[in-house]
């Protein structure tokens, strides 16, 4: 796959965007990364994109999203060789909460923490535990903490809902319906039952889908720079 080809002149964030494309996390990371424009045929339906013309700087743009990504994932190895997947999910779901907007009532104080539930694999509460360790996010930190069941939904912001927990599924959505929580799931269907972002596998690269419409029922506010890295938008 041949990459866009970018004139970075002596700017050096530039030439850092095109130095970490190149870099060998780039084959799980690189997921056709063009800033698209969106038009939905009807409710319920994935949205089709269609590229913007060669040459734009949109793809650069977008790459510098996935900046962060490939620094969280490097700082689990000190390297960027072969993360496992489990590591690249962690590291999206660090740089979602970036690009995500709660209203201002699902944090008790103006520096409250941005709060992570996991529901799943114990080993993956440890990798998220890692890559969000002494991070700020729009002024917040980052906790994680283990999902119990029969616990207030008002304790999370960011939900990740494991494939272990799969047949739980119905009942947690049901248990935080209503709530401000970024629901993130990893199985067939789950954008579609009323999640948030679902993690899928796509040419063995992990991508995303998003669904749009229930994050803005619960009053979230994904940017546009987020919703272009997604591989389909459900409105």
């Known amino acids: 796959m041949r990459h866009p080809v970018v004139d970075c002149g002596n700017d050096a964030l530039c ?9 060998g996390v780039e084959n799980l990371l690189w997921t056709k990364l063009v800033v ?50 489990a590591q690249i999910k962690a590291a999206f779901l660090y740089n ?22 996991v ?3 114990e080993s993956f509460e440890d990798i998220l535990d ?17 999902w ?10 960011i939900l990740f809902i494991g494939a272990p927990e799969s047949n739980a599924l119905a009942e947690i ?12 799931g990893e199985t067939d269907g789950f954008a579609q039952r009323g999640g948030v972002i679902n993690f899928i596998l796509s040419d063995n690269k992990v991508r995303f889908e998003i669904n749009r419409k229930s994050a803005e029922t619960v009053g979230l506010k994904i940017s546009s720079k987020l919703l272009a890295l997604a591989k389909t938008v459900w409105e």
């Open 36 to 85: 698209t424009k969106v038009a939905c045929a009807a409710p319920s339906r994935p949205c089709r994109r269609s590229p913007l013309a060669p040459g734009s700087v949109a793809p650069l743009l977008v790459a510098a999203v996935l900046l962060g990504i490939v620094g969280s994932v490097s700082s689990l190895r000190g390297q960027v060789s072969s993360p496992s997947e």
């Open 148 to 157: 119990k069941r029969n616990q207030s939904s008002h304790l999370y912001h």
């Open 173 to 184: 959505l049901q248990n935080i319906k209503g709530e401000s929580v970024l629901t993130v």
């Open 96 to 117: 979602f909460a970036k690009f995500v907007e709660w209203p201002p009532e699902a944090f008790a104080e103006p520096i409250s923490p941005i709060i992570i539930g």
């Open 130 to 146: 890692h890559i969000v360790n002494d991070k700020m996010v729009q002024g917040r930190k980052l906790l994680v903490k283990r």
């Open 119 to 121: 529901a799943g694999d």
């Open 15 to 23: 030439e850092k965007v095109q130095l970490s494309l190149r870099s």
